[in-house]
Nanobody
Framework: QVQLVESGGGLVQPGGSLRLSCAASVFAFSTYSMSWYRRAPGQERELVARIISTGARTNYADSVKGRFTISRDNAKNTVYLQMNNLKPEDTAVYYC?????????WGQGTQVTVSS
């Protein structure tokens, strides 16, 4: 059973920063591709950032390129999302995702609210 626990969400002013963490309880974490998704109120869930198992390659949604950075520490079974220059439109519930083959696992989500 894979368990993903997100943390680090909260309320921040526009232009501020947050770092999300996702701790994974899983065997062979280093074999999983890890991603962050988000769902804003009334919108579909969207992919924010993905990092492959080795950490050698990442990709980002156009809306967050240059502001967000995904990283992972395979020794700690943790993936991070550093979010800088946050905007009100970044307000959403952020979900951690682990993928192995055709199987997806999800965390419970953490709320990020960007507001003055």
């Amino acid at each position: 059973q894979v368990q993903l626990v997100e943390s680090g969400g909260g309320l921040v002013q526009p232009g501020g920063s947050l770092r999300l963490s996702c701790a994974a309880s899983v065997f062979a974490f280093s074999t999983y591709s890890m991603s962050w998704y988000r769902r804003a109120p009334g919108q579909e869930r969207e992919l924010v950032a993905r990092i492959i198992s080795t950490g050698a390659r990442t990709n980002y949604a156009d809306s967050v390129k240059g502001r967000f950075t995904i990283s992972r520490d395979n020794a700690k079974n943790t993936v991070y999302l550093q979010m800088n220059n946050l905007k009100p439109e970044d307000t959403a519930v952020y979900y951690c995702n682990a993928r192995a083959g055709w199987t997806d696992y999800w965390g419970q989500g953490t709320q990020v609210t960007v507001s003055s």
